[in-house]
């Protein structure tokens, strides 16, 4: 669960990036956040990673209280979470197979829960006949699917997708979103940072929009294909 409270960042060279923004997002739930660049998006996963820490207002994310988390505590709140990037992030030395233990080997998991889990894992996402290629031995849809199994190698709380689709082409961009549906509803959060609205409007979720700092919209977004069924009848 993430929940902000009359939250804003104000940065040393006087951006306001959030202002007083206040919103829940519950366990189990899908939400793209949605805005043009500048608005605030990065500053808002930057507050939810406690990689920024507010300037005021209080954030809880999966229990544990954000905005005033010591520096030790950190790790624990990153260990709930799994993060997609933009730009993957492969180790172009390793293997798929062990770019994706590396994420289990970074929190001391044993060898034989990393021998069990990250072949489960890359089934899950559809790389188990890939796991001794090399990152530039794959597509970019492939390793985005990668950085995927990476990020859900540990079994975390929520799934952060910062513009997961922003590399690859439109077709591959649609399995990646079908794939994180299918992981939530297994129970996993998933939150989307994004500017491709026709990706968007393709999914029957929530989308926030944020501008200039502010949450301007909070909406539960129709599928183009029930509106266009709606449209016949």
Not at 34 to 43: C, D, P, R, Y
Not at 48 to 68: A, L, Q, W
Not at 124 to 151: C, F, H, I, M, T
Not at 185 to 196: M, Q, Y
Request: glycine residues 8%.
């Amino acid at each position: 669960m993430i929940e902000f409270r009359n939250v804003s960042k104000v940065y040393p060279s006087g951006t306001h990036a959030l202002n007083k923004a206040s919103l829940t997002i519950e366990k189990g739930e899908f939400v793209f956040i949605v805005g043009s660049s500048g608005a605030g998006k990065s500053t808002f996963l930057k507050l939810i990673m406690h990689e920024e820490t507010p300037s005021s207002g209080t954030i809880f994310v999966n229990g544990m209280r954000v905005d005033k988390m010591k520096h030790r505590h950190v790790p624990m709140l990153r260990r709930t979470m799994g993060i997609v990037f933009q730009d993957f992030r492969l180790i172009d030395k390793m293997t798929v197979y062990d770019n994706v233990a590396f994420a289990m080997r970074a929190i001391g998991a044993r060898p034989r829960a990393i021998k069990k889990r990250v072949p489960y894992i890359l089934e899950l996402v559809g790389l188990e006949n890939k796991a001794d290629r090399y990152p530039s031995q794959l597509s970019g849809g492939e390793q985005q699917r990668v950085g995927l199994a990476r990020a859900l190698v540990n079994n975390p709380m929520m799934i952060i997708a910062d513009e997961p689709t922003g590399n690859i082409d439109p077709e591959m961009s649609y399995e990646i979103m079908e794939l994180l549906s299918e992981i939530n509803k297994r129970g996993t959060t998933i939150l989307i940072v994004t500017h491709e609205h026709d990706l968007v409007h393709s999914f029957g979720r929530r989308v926030i929009t944020i501008d200039k700092g502010v949450v301007v919209e909070d909406t539960v977004n129709l599928p183009e294909a029930v509106l266009e069924g709606g449209d016949e009848a």
